[in-house]
Nanobody
Framework: QVQLVESGGGLVQPGGSLRLSCVGS????????MRWYRQAPGTERELVAT????????TYADSVKGRFTISRDNTKNTVYLQMTSLKPEDTAVYYC???????????WGQGTQVTVSS
């Protein structure tokens, strides 16, 4: 059974930091590119960051560039999103996604809530 389980969300003050984790199981994690998305109430889901299978290449949305860092540990089947200098507009449910173009396979996690508020 394929699973992606996010954790690490919570309530943080503006300027604070959080690290999200996403653990994959039931598939060959190292063969999948990984992405983090977020969705705030009343908005569409937004791509936040991507990382290649070996972690050698990453991309970021302009809104988080310089503040967020995506990384992965294939020995732990885990992708991370380190978030710093958080702003109220970063408040959203954050989702991880696993994608493998060669097999047209893609999986979503259930999401973790991040709230940035004083």
């Amino acid at each position: 059974q394929v699973q992606l389980v996010e954790s690490g969300g919570g309530l943080v003050q503006p300027g604070g930091s959080l690290r999200l984790s996403c653990v994959g199981s039931g598939f060959t994690f190292g063969l999948f590119a990984m992405r983090w998305y977020r969705q705030a109430p009343g908005t569409e889901r937004e791509l936040v960051a991507t990382i290649t299978t070996d972690g050698g290449s990453t991309t970021y949305a302009d809104s988080v560039k310089g503040r967020f860092t995506i990384s992965r540990d294939n020995t732990k089947n885990t992708v991370y999103l380190q978030m710093t200098s958080l702003k109220p507009e970063d408040t959203a449910v954050y989702y991880c996604r696993a994608i493998r173009a060669a097999s047209l396979s893609a999986y979503w996690g259930q999401g973790t809530q991040v709230t940035v508020s004083s």
